[in-house]
């Protein structure tokens, strides 16, 4: 079976089947194809155009992109996850009191408003803003 898109000179398209690309040519010779809104028989096998088709490429690739650079930052949430504390809203003091404590402490992360980064990073205190995906969002 195969299914072939087909246009009518009405300008409606739809889907139809035929058991293979042979019998359709017999049906549109005969003049059996008709169309299921008008039923004219001027009815078209539709071709995807090249150049559509070629930007269903491109979406397809850039999608892949997308997904593989959220890998990599589920990865690096999980190292993240795995070597440093999670101080949450308390980040920017605890930044601070590691910071000018001198404490020798494990590396921390959580969360900051933007004010409260751009504060950090004029006192000198050292500060990454990564994205943080979600894990189970697909
Ligand atoms: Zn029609």
Redesign the pocket.
């Known amino acids: 079976m195969i299914k072939y898109n087909l246009t ?5 398209v739809f889907e139809s089947w035929f058991s293979s690309s042979h019998e359709f040519e017999k049906l549109t010779r005969k003049k059996l194809i008709t ?6 028989t ?2 078209k096998k539709s071709i995807m155009s090249p150049n559509l088709s070629n930007k269903i490429k491109k979406i397809h690739k850039i999608n892949k992109r997308v997904k593989d650079i959220k890998h990599k930052l589920i990865e690096f949430r999980n190292f993240i996850e795995k070597n440093c504390k999670d101080v949450g809203d308390r980040f920017p003091e605890e930044a601070r009191s590691i910071h000018y404590d001198k404490k020798n402490s494990k590396g921390i992360y959580g969360k900051a408003t933007p004010e409260e980064t751009a504060e950090l990073i004029e006192e000198g205190i050292e500060v990454s803003n990564i994205p943080w995906v979600d894990k189970f969002e697909n």
């Open positions: 009518c000179k009405c300008g409606q169309c299921l809104y008008c039923n004219s001027s009815v």
